[in-house]
């Protein structure tokens, strides 16, 4: 055998290696696994179905995504953001990047045009590899992004805890065999609201900076998580050095929703920009409207789609419920 074609046998040998335990792509599954491939892919066609009713029937404007910017989500200072390499690309002789969130898209869309808005929006974070074993990251994923004008933290809380306490109610009933299948029919439980909520200093004072990892192995329901230190755009009460934003974690799995009030003056917002290095030349657009007082006061969340249908489906990783797993780390063919 050649040097050439015995090192490439070698990291092919690796790579395979390193598979093992995560999800494969479609063509190296065997029956079952395909069988239970397509039983977590009915959940997600579920969930989709019952979450963009749940948004359109309570007025809300169904808004179709980007994927190029010059401006995108900074996901800095963030403790939990690993973003190993930012994607920008040149077009028309113009620097543009790849969607992190579409964040910055919904606060102007929702001041200027559109008040109670959602968007299905591809993110594309490349994660560090080593998050391929968290379980729950992939370096392509969808949010269900959404933002209401004027709206207030506890008003998306309780519209965040109706709609899920409906779509687990109903999958119980609608996707029973499926759910059953896949042995989570008895543990999937419907859960009671409103979800205790937590502050974030308390936690840390309690558990420690593991905070997040140790509440996930003790609740039995999903939690809410407020005052945690992140971007600029989320709501920073400066006299009472709290954060008005929020994260939903579901026991076992983590977070699966992260939410805030919105910042839209533009003293604060610069003044943080500042205090966080943020290049202020990558929000200009953000910055003149917040001038001319054309932002306005909202507040909204992200639901990671596929991180709610892991959960729901007690998948092992994320990467299960998508049909071409993104794994940090590993790049499949498609
Ligand atoms: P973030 O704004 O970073 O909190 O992202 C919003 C939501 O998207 C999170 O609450 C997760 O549910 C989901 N999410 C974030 N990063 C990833 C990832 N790498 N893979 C899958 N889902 C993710
Ligand atoms: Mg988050």
Redesign the pocket.
Known sequence: MSRKRAVVQKSLAVSWDRLAGMPKPLERLSKGELERKQCISRLMTYELKYLTCQFVNEEFEWLLPVIFSKSTDPLWP?PRASIEKRIEVEIYGKSVRTTL?MILHKIVACSLAYPKLFILSPNV?I?RTERAYSG???YE?T?LDFEVKSATSKEIKSLVEKILRGLVSSLKKQMRKELIYLKRHDSLKVPEIPFRTYDREELQERYGRNWETQLMLETCDPIWVTNIPREFYDFEDFDQNKWDNYDLLMPKYG????GARREYEYDKITRKMERDNIRKENYQTLLKLAKERRLKPSAGA???I??LVNWIAGAKH?GETQPFPKIPGLVYDL
């Open positions: 963030d969130s974070r994660e729950i990251h992939a994923f949010q977070e699966v929703l992260s992200g639901i990671g596929e991180r994320v």
